[in-house]
């Protein structure tokens, strides 16, 4: 065969089955936890789950043009979308432009979607980081200032997220971060000094903050303020109790109809304990757990190709949906201080489920690239 190469689309059919089941598992759910909502606000029960399929769609179509394009051209542009999603953070704060609600400014109206501007930092995180540590990798391993550097440029976007406020999205870039550089190779006391001073800075704004030491205190002990401080956790976990091993049927829960705060975004997690028992809870675990697994391993498939930024990428993308799932279904289980984070691919959300959908594309170009190296490799 002559030098020349093929280039072809190849699928992942196992991580197609994982996002499907995520997707399938959130709008059946989601749809359970909305109808009395839309019943309320718009005086129409499928209007969540009309939107939400509506998103999906949306998103789906998004990732098939994500999909496509080459991961050379995300490594080349990586840069530029950073300092773009840094000019983003700061609209969204400017009065009139940014979008407002329930105290906080975090979205920006587009095309009548609401788009959670934090979203899109964490996917150019990821691509940014991955494209940093392929350039600089021998810095990040035996420079303290290689390892600083980026982290520099993401304490700005940081602040930005703190003053619309969003302390949850802060932390998990700063995680996607801090996990792709110690994953290329970061010197351990460097990362854990580090890790050391996020955290002190993480409790100084917590302890600073009234509402979100309020939070700490109803995690606590959110039965000593169940109608106040710990209202949100109390019936999270009461959801939990109802449901035992089997729940007790779709759409037969009652701790969603007004009692359960944001049961379609923050806490759709407590509606499949409660109408699917720990059978739902274990399913929806498995599946994040099978995602990040996967992404982990393609990402070591692509080490071995030498493909530097491709395993980058899906390290950033596994250590995301890991750690947002994780603290999603942390605050519904009460292990965790309430934070604003949604269930990745499950939870209500226009420019979260764009975002993504997006993100799982990449990963899906990840696996694509692998496997088009690998056949070419063979044929020749």
């Known amino acids: 065969m002559s030098g020349r190469t093929k280039s072809s689309f190849h699928m992942d059919y ?17 749809t359970s936890s909305s109808l009395h909502l ?32 080459p991961l050379r051209l995300w490594e080349k542009v990586g840069p530029w979308l950073f300092i773009a999603g840094l000019a983003l953070l700061v609209f969204v704060l400017i009065p009139g432009l940014g979008v407002k609600v329930k105290g906080s400014t975090r979205w920006m109206a587009l095309g009548g979607l609401r788009i959670q501007v934090s979203e899109i930092i964490k996917f150019i995180s990821v691509v940014y980081m991955a494209g940093y540590v392929t350039r600089h990798q021998e810095h990040v391993q035996q420079s303290t200032y290689g390892l600083v550097k980026p982290l520099l440029l993401f304490s700005i976007a940081c602040f930005l997220l703190l003053l619309e406020p969003d302390f949850g999205s802060s932390v998990v870039i700063l995680v996607i971060a801090m996990g792709v550089m110690y994953l290329s190779g970061a010197r351990l006391w460097q990362f854990l000094i580090l890790i050391a001073i996020v955290v002190v800075l993480g409790m100084l704004l917590v302890y600073f903050s009234p509402y979100r030491w309020a939070r700490v205190t109803g995690f606590i002990d959110p039965w000593a303020d169940a ?56 399913a929806t675990i498995v599946l994040f757990s099978l995602l990040l697994w996967h992404a982990f391993n393609l990402a070591v498939k692509a080490e071995q190709a030498g493909e530097e930024f491709a395993a980058f990428v899906a390290y950033g993308l596994g250590i995301w949906f890991g750690f947002q799932a994780f603290v999603n279904m942390g605050v519904n289980m009460g292990i965790l201080p309430t934070k604003g984070l949604t269930l990745p691919l499950m939870s209500y959300g226009g420019g979260s489920m764009i975002i993504m959908c997006a993100a799982m594309a990449l990963l899906f170009r990840v696996y694509s690239e692998i496997e088009d190296k690998r056949q070419n490799k063979g044929q020749r």
Request: proline content about 2%; some cysteine; charged content about 10%.
């Open 38 to 69: 839309g019943e309320k606000m718009v005086n129409d029960i499928l209007y969540y789950p009309t939107r939400q399929l509506m998103h999906i769609v949306i998103g789906l179509c998004v990732a098939v043009v994500v999909a496509f394009i």
């Open 14 to 30: 196992f991580l197609l089955f994982i996002c499907t089941g995520l997707l399938l598992l959130g709008f059946v759910i989601l």
């Open 227 to 282: 109608q106040n401080t710990g209202f949100q956790l109390t019936q999270a976990l009461i959801s939990f109790g109802r449901g035992e091993i089997f729940g007790v049927g779709l759409g037969s829960g009652i701790q969603k109809l007004f009692y359960l705060p944001e049961a379609h975004t923050d806490f759709l997690f407590s509606v499949v304990a409660e109408e699917l028992g720990l059978v739902g809870v274990l």
